[in-house]
């Protein structure tokens, strides 16, 4: 029998605490984007309406982790809070050792200078720019072998974030078991829309890379996300729990790298997770040069506590379907709007393509760029590019040319309503309606490394 | 009036539990006879630190249900910023998540093999971060300082002579920044005068090279030289660290010590280059620009804590406090170091236990017999945290084996005080009865967090 899926999805939770935000004019919007240099990231977040640049640590807290952050324990040493989170952590990702830190980024670096070697290759489903840095950093190379379907923006299947295996043993074959450290994993794959890996996908993984002695090495910031859409689209898996379909990703991976600041509903705070006692020994010892000691990672007390009842309600059914399809529902909107997205919608965010809305400005005008300009011109409403300019230069100078000109709106989790999500796209369709009249973006500024936090332009 | 009381009253208390001397002889073996590997909740007084131990204030409290989290262009970074530009008058801060991150990312872009980081003193994870990137840290303290039982006023003060000497030695090229810590922790929390920043600010003009401040506890520092320094009796506080801030290029910040934060620190410095480079490296490994891996409202709390921390009645309590207890120990004969620093009192390992020699670690038994005597959780400063072997295997010991007992801001009471001092004086009037200690395991680098001891039967 079909699993018959709610269609509303009212919020499992009251609204207890708000904070205000400013209505802006459209004049002041102007004058604040002419002072941000047509960067939205530039833009200071007073003169924001609704904003949807990341989702990561921008959640509401629930009361009971407010409660649970008066509870901080902040000795240096010891602090019962870290034993909560470590017992959480076995408790709901089975993952058997942990090492706090201060965010996803802090153990990436820890893990990939723990387990890369200089001329190592780490074949994953798809980049994400931190992630691949330290990859590189620690003397790797990545490798995509995602499967093909990821890279089309216009095809509907429904996993696109599964591993293409055979070009995972391509690469095995290529380089050799030995020069594979780990095969980097992620759930809900970010830079693919938010695209999810399903079950089997994992499985067949985990024998493949179980063959030839190759660890898994989870991304696991979205991994709730991940197991709703298993839950919705994967055969067998509509009547298991999110907890128990988040329990069995973990199962077929030898660790994990986190980012609380997504899923756990946190505003800072990660942890790296492992399940072999060596690495977990090295961890240990490099997270006190980098991070603070072990029981602390560089976070308080509160934040370890908060991080721990944040990953228990991750993983609860009715938050997740509202968590997921709230962003459904704009993305609905917006399809029906005309506005052209990446499909199928996501589990974090819509993805606009501005390279169907805006066909007339060429990449060097940076039609994405220009695109989350107009939108908050228009509203108030920030979003962020995700095309020509995020991808930067090569190493030779010239640009590299992404086949995505994406703009990304970002949902923070549990802090804007049906209302917000009705002004988001509402906006994007007036936008969407004067697209010919919308001129491209010239860049006046760039920095040297990662262009899209502090490039500037002016407008043709 | 004599008595000096709190400038604040008590408006959020968390519990403390109670073990007897049984329990915590297994609690101690159970931990490898290292503070560092007991849990929270089996110390009835924590006196391992005060960094991120201090008690926030409701107005910081505020300021955490204030927290702006936007990823980029945050309000509370925007406070921040202001806060810290007020004291420091630096134009470029940067945000971390706490101070060894601020010195990973300059030790990272300066520091290197055949470089030379001199310092008055090196605090061990300020040492770490330099030898981590292969480069040298050298300490130059002055002759007042390497005498823990002798009065001085300013023992923190760096050697200016021996910089001089240095300088010359390794070449002027090959140090790439001085660092001055305020105050000198490792040499027992003792202040470095306006003079000495001055005059070391001189030698680092005339060879040019940059001159960066250790800030975590400037405004305990700044206080000092406000009651010991000629001329400074009548400027506020909040002069004296801009005056002290002038004469530097850079500083490092732990906001977990002078900002009463739990988590957090900075970077500021002059130079605009350096600071896109460190935000380059910033954004790697800690976070955006406008946050540095820390939440809006830790930013928030740091912003307001800044600004607390220099008023006068809050200083004058905190240094009579210190003072306070390293009186009543001067009283019953406890060897410790003198004068009171400004958030510590250091006992002197070696003279409180001549018959243990440096290799079975004075300080780390003292330390374990003040854990099982009282439940008073100290860290051990000397040859466990510092000491080094040479090529044959043999310890190369620290200069001083000290116990340091660090005084959380706002958070324990005169009671609570006087109860360490009895616990103290017990121990000494008993300290025949206490072993030397060996280690059985530990790590190349940092090894006093992790390493396993036993005592020598």
């Known amino acids: ?460 | 009036m004599k008595t000096i009381i709190e400038p604040f009253r008590i408006k959020s208390v968390e519990p403390i539990y109670f073990t007897t001397k049984e329990e915590r002889k297994t609690i101690l073996e159970k931990a490898n006879y290292n503070p560092f590997r007991i849990k929270a909740k089996d110390v009835l007084i924590d006196l391992l630190t005060d960094s991120g131990t201090s008690a926030m204030s409701s107005n910081q409290w505020a300021g955490i249900m204030q927290g702006d989290e936007s990823y980029a262009g945050s309000s509370s970074f925007f406070k921040f910023e202001d806060s810290v530009r007020s004291i420091t008058g630096m134009p470029y801060i940067i945000p971390t998540h706490q101070g060894r991150a601020a010195e990973k990312i300059i030790f990272t872009i300066l520091g290197g093999k055949g470089k030379y980081f001199i310092s008055n003193t090196l605090f061990d994870t300020t040492r770490a971060n330099i030898e981590f990137s292969g480069a040298e840290g050298i300490d130059l303290i002055c002759e007042e300082g390497k005498h823990p039982t002798i009065p001085a006023l300013f023992k923190g003060n760096i050697d200016i002579e021996a910089l001089k000497k240095t300088i010359r030695e390794k070449g002027a090229e090959n140090i790439p920044m001085i660092i001055i810590t305020v105050t000198n922790n490792s040499g027992g929390g003792q202040p470095v005068s306006m003079q000495n920043i001055k005059d070391a600010r001189a030698v680092c003009k005339e060879y040019n090279i940059p001159l960066f401040i250790d800030a975590c506890r400037f405004a305990e520092n700044s206080y000092f030289i406000k009651l010991r320094e000629e001329g400074y009796a009548n400027k506020t506080v909040p002069e004296i660290a801009n005056e002290l801030f002038s004469y530097a290029d850079g500083c490092t910040m732990s906001a977990k010590k002078d900002a009463f934060a739990n988590i957090g620190g900075f970077l500021a410095m002059r130079d605009l280059d350096l600071a896109i480079r460190c935000r380059n490296l910033l954004i790697i490994t800690e976070g955006f620009t406008t946050y540095g891996g820390l939440a809006g409202r830790d930013l928030e709390a740091i912003a307001i804590g800044l600004q607390e921390v220099m008023e006068e009645n809050y200083l004058q309590y905190r240094i009579r406090s210190i003072e306070y207890l390293t009186n009543k120990l001067i009283a019953a004969g406890v060897p410790v170091m003198q004068p009171a620093g400004g958030h510590a009192v250091y006992i002197d390992a070696k003279a409180f236990l001549p018959h243990i020699p440096v290799e079975q670690y004075p300080g780390q038994s003292l330390v374990c017999a003040l854990f099982e005597e009282g439940g008073i959780r100290s860290v051990e400063i000397g040859s466990l945290m510092f000491g080094k072997y040479d090529e044959a295997g043999k310890l190369l010991p620290a200069q001083l084996e000290l116990v340091r007992l660090a005084i959380p801001r706002r958070v324990y009471t005169q009671s609570h005080i006087d109860y360490v001092s009895e616990v103290i004086i017990e121990v000494f009037n008993n300290r025949n009865k206490i072993k030397g200690l060996k280690i059985t395991e530990e790590t190349p680098m940092l090894r006093h967090f992790t390493a396993k001891l036993n005592p020598i039967i």
């Open chain 1, 1 to 460: 029998m079909k699993h018959i899926i709610r269609k509303s999805w009212a919020e499992p939770y009251k609204i207890k605490m708000v904070e205000l935000l400013k209505m802006t004019t459209p004049a002041h919007r102007r004058k604040a984007m002419l002072e941000a240099g047509f960067n939205t990231f530039l833009l200071k977040s007073e003169d924001v309406y609704i904003d949807l640049l990341t989702d990561s640590g921008t959640s509401a807290m629930s009361d009971q982790q407010w409660a649970g952050m008066m509870l901080g324990d902040e000795a240096y040493a010891g602090s019962r809070n870290f034993y909560h989170l470590e017992e959480v952590v076995k408790e709901i990702y089975g993952y058997k050792y942990l090492v706090p830190t201060h965010q996803g980024r802090g153990a990436e670096n820890i893990l990939s200078k723990i387990l890369i070697k200089k001329g190592d290759i780490i074949p994953g489903n798809m980049y994400f720019t931190t992630t691949r840095l330290h990859q590189e950093l620690a003397g790797g190379k990545f490798e995509d072998v995602i499967i093909d379907e990821a890279h089309d923006p216009g095809n509907e299947f429904p996993f696109k974030g599964n591993v293409d295996l055979e070009k995972l043993e391509k690469l095995i074959r290529k380089y050799g078991a030995n020069k594979i450290p780990y095969v980097s994993m992620a759930t809900s794959v970010n830079m693919a829309g938010g695209q999810p890996i399903s079950m089997k996908n994992l499985k067949e993984l985990r024998a493949l890379t179980k063959k030839h002695g190759i660890r898994v090495i989870h991304d696991m910031t979205r991994v709730a996300e991940n197991a709703h859409f298993i839950q919705q689209r994967e055969k067998g898996y509509q009547n298991k729990s999110i907890k128990a379909i988040v329990k069995e990703i973990c199962s077929y991976t030898d660790g994990a790298t986190m980012s609380a600041k997504k899923d756990a509903l946190v505003n800072i705070g990660g942890f790296l997770a492992i399940n072999d006692w060596d690495v977990f020994e090295e961890a240990r010892n490099m997270v006190v040069v980098y991070e603070g000691l072990h029981t602390y990672g560089g976070l308080a007390g509160r934040d370890m506590e908060a991080m721990a009842i944040g990953i228990k309600e991750s993983v609860n059914d009715n938050h997740i379907h509202a968590r997921v399809g709230q962003v459904i529902y704009l993305g609905e909107k917006m399809i029906e709007y005309g506005v052209p997205i990446v499909k199928p919608i996501g589990g974090h965010g819509i993805f606009v393509d501005a390279k169907k809305i805006l066909p007339h400005i060429s990449q060097d005008q940076f039609p994405a760029q220009t695109l989350a300009a107009e939108v908050y011109l228009d509203s108030g409403v920030r979003t962020m590019e995700r095309g020509v300019v995020s991808a930067g230069r090569k190493a030779n100078g010239e640009n590299y040319y992404p086949k995505l000109e994406l703009v990304r709106f970002t949902i923070p989790r549990r802090v804007y309503t049906q209302a917000h999500m009705d002004v988001i796209a509402e906006s994007t369709a007036r936008v969407f309606e004067r697209r010919n009249k919308i001129k491209g973006l010239k860049m006046v500024y760039e920095p040297k490394y990662l262009r899209f936090f502090q490039a500037r332009f002016q407008p043709l």
